[in-house]
């Protein structure tokens, strides 16, 4: 399915179980609420012209990330993290974060912490 005919079927509240999403921003609160169990994020989805077209719960298990890992490789890397994490465990409602249907990437559920940034 191409992402215009995904997109459109969203706006229809078609959902295929294999449509994926490309984050293009929010991956540490995609990976923290992956960490903490959550099984759906709060997503505003683009389409090719870069305009929000849906704003909706995706599940995470379709997430890829554009990052192989997430650097917390200094002491600022790793408390930003810890603070996306520890808001997510609180039970803070996180930003929606941006995405657009997509192939590419790593399942989040795939992306480590670095801890030596590579």
């Known amino acids: 399915m191409g992402a ?3 997109i459109q079927n969203l706006g229809n509240g078609a959902k295929t179980a ?12 995609s ?5 903490v169990g959550h099984s759906t ?4 989805i683009l389409n090719v012209e870069g305009k929000v077209v849906s704003t909706q ?21 790793m408390d930003r993290f810890m603070e996306t994490l520890k808001q997510t465990k609180a039970g803070s409602a996180p ?3 941006t995405v ?19």
């Open 95 to 97: 930003p929606p974060i």
């Open 4 to 6: 215009i005919a995904a």
């Open 41 to 44: 994020i709060p997503a505003q």
């Open 31 to 35: 990976k923290a609420a992956d960490l």
């Open 18 to 29: 294999e449509q994926t999403f490309e984050i293009m921003d929010g991956v540490l609160r």
């Open 100 to 118: 657009t249907p997509g192939a590419n990437g790593t399942s989040i559920s795939n992306v480590p912490l670095d801890p030596v940034g590579h």
């Open 57 to 77: 719960q995706i599940p995470i298990s379709q997430l890829l990330s554009p990052k192989a890992s997430i650097n917390v490789s200094s002491g600022a890397k």
